[in-house]
């Protein structure tokens, strides 16, 4: 770097390059093996006891709604368990959870007082009072399959290697109508990412064998590994996130299901940039926290890591950086009269790299049965580059309050006869999934 500095970054572009190239073609074998149908399996002889736990705070606006959800889910009643886990000076919630009707099998849980005060403390004072052999966490905007719960209970009593800890249901973006709704260009951007992650990427990992980073919500697991591995880190802000990697290393394994849960987008600006502030920000804490020793995750499991953390924070840094400098040069070179300079490597990773993202999206938002049209991904650039200005202020956040967790405000669902999905010129029936298993795609 001293001696050669042109030698020095010009190797260090090509490595990015190829490092990208690399990412590129990995998200081409995910969508491929994301296809591949799961194999049937048979119900259980006894259906085993389950714990429902749902961490709540300031959520007195939702959570009436979270509670008849709840209720539909299509499981014994006799063999649930089910935890509001609620803050003691969260009066508000509180009193509205007592107020109105819950299944018998759903109590509200106060946690006892202490720090952090965030949602992975929470679950682990519900750990400690979990009856069920496995359990599962929901968020307070969820309306998960009533199925759910079935078919994970009987994923996980056909697994035959007995290492199976968790399974990871897909999450589905589904925006309700408001007069008030925020931009559609976010809600749509973001239907459409879900949509890449849990159809494509992480189905596709799971038939690999390998660990990847869980969603917040719609995980199960079973009961008794999840305590042995101490529950979830109360300090790290992407709790599930480290969780799945902290499995793999103690040697159990993670898989997917087909029944989804629903959730609404962030919204506007104004609560998108938190909840993305947040989970790069926990990114980074899960990325410090697994490289302090990647041994331990064996080569397979570093190179998940790399591959889903270690990607996701470079890309996240580089997108509004590579953009403005793509927008620079042309703009430069049409000023100047003079095509671009286009070297094939670069140009590779332009091409290849927006192609696997636009497919990645496209086939996991018609497995979802979300929209994702061609001004979707005309757009997706400019969305990409609003992540770089996230990652600014997940690193601004880290430095100055690492622990603190950035909530998202969610809001009661618009009244049925009211309610439309992300494309209002093409609305798509998509509660009625809640009655069937998702079709295969080819």
């Given at each position: 770097?001293?001696?050669?500095?042109?030698?020095?970054?010009?190797?260090?572009?090509?490595?990015?390059?190829?490092?990208?190239?690399?990412?590129?073609?990995?998200?081409?074998?995910?969508?491929?093996?994301?296809?591949?149908?799961?194999?049937?399996?048979?119900?259980?002889?006894?259906?085993?006891?389950?714990?429902?736990?749902?961490?709540?705070?300031?959520?007195?606006?939702?959570?009436?709604?979270?509670?008849?959800?709840?209720?539909?889910?299509?499981?014994?009643?006799?063999?649930?368990?089910?935890?509001?886990?609620?803050?003691?000076?969260?009066?508000?919630?509180?009193?509205?959870?007592?107020?109105g009707p819950r299944p018998t099998w759903l109590?509200?849980?106060?946690?006892?007082?202490?720090?952090?005060?965030?949602?992975?403390?929470?679950?682990?004072?519900?750990?400690?009072?979990?009856?069920?052999?496995?359990?599962?966490?929901?968020?307070?905007?969820?309306?998960?399959?009533?199925?759910?719960?079935?078919?994970?209970?009987?994923?996980?009593?056909?697994?035959?290697?007995?290492?199976?800890?968790?399974?990871?249901?897909?999450?589905?973006?589904?925006?309700?109508?408001?007069?008030?709704?925020?931009?559609?260009?976010?809600?749509?951007?973001?239907?459409?990412?879900?949509?890449?992650?849990?159809?494509?990427?992480?189905?596709?990992?799971?038939?690999?064998?390998?660990?990847?980073?869980?969603?917040?919500?719609?995980?199960?697991?079973?009961?008794?590994?999840?305590?042995?591995?101490?529950?979830?880190?109360?300090?790290?802000?992407?709790?599930?996130?480290?969780?799945?990697?902290?499995?793999?290393?103690?040697?159990?394994?993670?898989?997917?299901?087909?029944?989804?849960?629903?959730?609404?987008?962030?919204?506007?600006?104004?609560?998108?940039?938190?909840?993305?502030?947040?989970?790069?920000?926990?990114?980074?804490?899960?990325?410090?926290?697994?490289?302090?020793?990647?041994?331990?995750?064996?080569?397979?499991?570093?190179?998940?890591?790399?591959?889903?953390?270690?990607?996701?924070?470079?890309?996240?840094?580089?997108?509004?950086?590579?953009?403005?400098?793509?927008?620079?040069?042309?703009?430069?070179?049409?000023?100047?009269?003079?095509?671009?300079?286009?070297?094939?490597?670069?140009?590779?990773?332009?091409?290849?790299?927006?192609?696997?993202?636009?497919?990645?999206?496209?086939?996991?938002?018609?497995r979802a049965g979300v929209p994702y049209r061609?001004?979707?991904?005309?757009?997706?650039?400019?969305?990409?580059?609003?992540?770089?200005?996230?990652?600014?202020?997940?690193?601004?956040?880290?430095?100055?309050?690492?622990?603190?967790?950035?909530?998202?405000?969610?809001?009661?669902?618009?009244?049925?006869?009211?309610?439309?999905?992300?494309?209002?010129?093409?609305?798509?029936?998509?509660?009625?999934?809640?009655?069937?298993?998702?079709?295969?795609?080819?």
């Amino acid at each position: 770097m001293w001696f050669e500095p042109r030698l020095f970054w010009h190797s260090l572009v090509a490595a990015g390059a190829w490092g990208f190239l690399a990412v590129a073609v990995w998200r081409l074998i995910l969508i491929l093996l994301s296809a591949v149908p799961a194999p049937p399996t048979p119900k259980p002889a006894v259906w085993p006891r389950y714990t429902v736990v749902a961490a709540l705070y300031h959520e007195a606006e939702v959570v009436g709604q979270l509670i008849e959800r709840l209720s539909r889910i299509d499981y014994p009643a006799d063999r649930l368990q089910g935890l509001l886990v609620l803050e003691e000076h969260d009066h508000e919630t509180i009193a509205a959870a007592l107020a109105g009707p819950r299944p018998t099998w759903l109590e509200v849980f106060i946690a006892p007082p202490g720090q952090p005060q965030t949602k992975p403390r929470a679950l682990n004072c519900a750990l400690a009072h979990a009856t069920g052999d496995l359990l599962t966490v929901y968020d307070a905007e969820d309306d998960p399959d009533p199925l759910q719960l079935r078919e994970a209970a009987a994923r996980f009593a056909a697994d035959p290697t007995g290492r199976l800890a968790c399974l990871q249901a897909p999450l589905r973006i589904r925006r309700r109508g408001r007069a008030a709704d925020p931009s559609p260009f976010l809600d749509r951007q973001f239907a459409a990412e879900y949509a890449s992650l849990f159809e494509t990427t992480l189905p596709g990992i799971a038939r690999l064998g390998l660990p990847f980073p869980l969603g917040g919500t719609s995980n199960h697991f079973r009961t008794d590994i999840l305590s042995a591995v101490e529950g979830w880190d109360a300090w790290n802000v992407t709790e599930d996130a480290d969780l799945g990697f902290r499995l793999w290393s103690r040697g159990w394994r993670l898989g997917v299901i087909s029944r989804p849960t629903w959730e609404t987008p962030p919204g506007g600006l104004d609560n998108w940039l938190p909840q993305r502030t947040r989970w790069l920000k926990g990114y980074m804490q899960t990325w410090g926290v697994h490289t302090r020793a990647p041994w331990r995750l064996g080569w397979r499991g570093a190179a998940a890591l790399v591959l889903t953390i270690g990607a996701g924070l470079v890309s996240a840094a580089l997108h509004g950086l590579s953009l403005a400098w793509v927008a620079a040069t042309v703009l430069v070179s049409l000023m100047a009269g003079l095509p671009p300079e286009t070297p094939a490597l670069a140009l590779g990773v332009l091409a290849l790299g927006a192609m696997s993202a636009w497919l990645s999206c496209s086939i996991g938002a018609r497995r979802a049965g979300v929209p994702y049209r061609a001004d979707d991904m005309i757009a997706a650039p400019a969305y990409w580059a609003l992540l770089s200005f996230a990652f600014v202020h997940a690193v601004w956040r880290l430095i100055l309050d690492p622990y603190a967790w950035d909530k998202t405000r969610h809001r009661r669902d618009a009244p049925a006869e009211t309610q439309d999905v992300l494309d209002e010129t093409a609305p798509l029936r998509l509660s009625a999934v809640h009655a069937a298993a998702p079709e295969p795609v080819a």
